[in-house]
Structures are given as C-alpha cells and as structure tokens.
C-alpha cells in the first residue's frame, strides 16, 4: 500500500490538517436557502469556525426528502464565502460537476454512499483538489485504506479522512462512531483524519461529549452539524447543534 506511514499534512486554503491543532469544519446539513447560510457562515465563524459545510446535493434514502438546491445551492455558499471568508466544504454525488467543484470548492467532499463509487474516487484522484474521504457506513478499516488508494492512485495524495459512525446492531445511536479508527488509520496511512460526532451518533445530545473525545483521541479536527434554528433545519435536525454550543465545544477543543 503506497499510504503506508506517510506522514502527509493537507492545506486546505489558509488552513492545514495535521499539524497538531484542530480545525473545526461546521454549517447545516443542507443550504436552505441564500438567507440561511449567509446567516449561519457569519456565526459559525464567529462561534470560531475555520471553514463552512453545507449541502447542495444530499444523498438521502427517502426520495421524497429534501434532496438539495443542487448548483443554486453552490451559488449561494459561495456568497457566503465570499462575504465571510471561509472556505467551504461540500459533496460531490455526480463526475457531470466535478469541473464545477474544482473551480469553485475549497474541499470536496465524497459521502459514505460514494466510498465505493471508484469511478467518482478515480475522478477525484485525477484533481489536485483537496477531498475529504467520508468512511463508508459498513466498511472495515482496510475497504477506508483501499478507497483513499483509489484516489491516491490517480494520483492526488491531497487526502483528509473521516471516521462518520459505522452501522452496528446498536439503534440508540445513529451509527456507532469507532474512534479507534482514529489512531488506527493516522498510522495505517499518515493521512489527516477528522471526525463527525453528528452523523456519528445522530443525537445533539451527544455531540459535545463526543467531540472532545474525538479530539482527545488523536483527531485533526471535527465535522459539526450546526444551526441558527436547529429544530427548523430541514434535515438531520435530531443531530443539529445551535451556534452557542458549537461555540462551546470549540473552546474546549483548543485547549486540547
């Protein structure tokens, strides 16, 4: 395996992974619409954020969910980029954007759904963008280790991973988020790796607790689903933070 121990750090605009200090990656689960993000990219960093999630295309199992603003969605967390100056973070689902992500998209985002899309992996691998590699619901360790080759085979090693909850026969969590993996895949790969207390356990109630674990457990930063109203998110609301708690849990982070 080429990622064997490895040490890489990955610098994503002003920001680099691996350096020892956290960065704090937080916004909706999706763009609502250009008033909500702009909103919640100013105090999500003001709260102390480094850079702004949203999605613009969301995978979701129901089809009849909210399935995301798709390109109009973009245009918008670009707005709110430009007026806040964070760089932000978003999934691809589909090779017909990958252009538009380049262009536009600080780090590119490829979903638990996508892990073992090794057509779209290869895609990515062929950029020089940096991609944020989401642990497949149901994959080992060694299936994560075989994903990030796929990219990096293309011949991109500007990889960040992230340990999002695996799904087990516990149902009180969401998924079962396997800390472990932390430690384990930093030094199986040398590669960044972050964490996702929100789909991790998809409970708010847990979000804070788990951060800090994920923080103590060796991990380069967080992937934080935050709102101004968390009960009038559109989706993954159950798993969705308010800014004074993020502001909180980032707090405690740095002084890790």
Same mark, same amino acid.
């Given at each position: 395996m080429r990622l064997l121990r !490895?040490?890489?750090t990955v610098t994503v605009s002003d920001f680099t992974f691996g350096l020892g200090t956290p960065i704090v990656i937080a916004g #909706?689960? $999706?763009? *609502? $619409?250009? *008033?909500?993000?702009? @909103?919640?990219?100013? =105090?999500? !960093?003001?709260?102390?954020?480094?850079?702004?999630?949203?999605g613009v295309f969301k995978p979701r199992t129901n089809p009849y969910d909210f399935q995301g603003l798709g390109l109009k969605g973009l245009d918008y967390l670009l707005e709110a980029k430009a007026l806040t100056g964070l760089p932000i973070v978003t999934e691809l689902m589909d090779e017909r954007y990958l252009d538009i992500f380049v262009e536009q998209?600080?780090?590119?985002?490829?979903? $638990?759904?996508?892990?073992?899309?090794?057509?779209?992996?290869? =895609?990515?691998?062929?950029?020089?963008?940096?991609?944020?590699l989401k642990r497949g619901m149901s994959a080992t360790?060694? *299936?994560? %280790?075989?994903?990030?080759?796929? %990219?990096?085979?293309?011949?991109? &090693?500007?990889?960040?991973?992230?340990?999002?909850?695996?799904?087990?026969?516990?149902?009180?969590?969401?998924?079962?988020?396997?800390?472990?993996?932390?430690?384990?895949?930093?030094?199986?790969?040398?590669?960044?790796?972050?964490v996702d207390p929100s789909h991790g356990t998809g409970r708010r109630d847990l979000i804070e607790i788990m951060s800090k674990t994920a923080i103590a457990s060796g991990?380069?930063?967080?992937?934080?689903?935050?709102?101004?109203? #968390? &009960? @009038? =998110?559109? $989706? &993954? !609301? *159950?798993?969705? /933070?308010? /800014?004074?708690?993020?502001?909180?849990?980032?707090? =405690?982070?740095?002084?890790?």
């Open positions: !490895k040490e890489r #909706p689960c $999706s763009v *609502e $619409s250009r *008033e909500q993000i702009i @909103e919640i990219a100013k =105090a999500v !960093k003001q709260a102390g954020a480094q850079m702004l999630r949203g998209v600080d780090l590119i985002q490829i979903g $638990s759904r996508n892990m073992y899309n090794y057509a779209l992996l290869r =895609a990515v691998g062929e950029t020089k963008k940096p991609i944020l360790i060694k *299936e994560w %280790i075989m994903a990030a080759e796929h %990219i990096l085979k293309a011949g991109n &090693d500007q990889i960040i991973l992230c340990e999002r909850g695996i799904r087990t026969f516990e149902t009180y969590t969401r998924n079962t988020l396997d800390l472990a993996a932390v430690p384990i895949m930093k030094r199986e790969t040398g590669l960044p790796v972050i991990a380069d930063g967080l992937l934080i689903e935050a709102h101004i109203n #968390p &009960d @009038e =998110a559109v $989706s &993954d !609301k *159950e798993q969705t /933070i308010d /800014i004074g708690l993020l502001e909180k849990i980032i707090r =405690a982070c740095n002084t890790y």
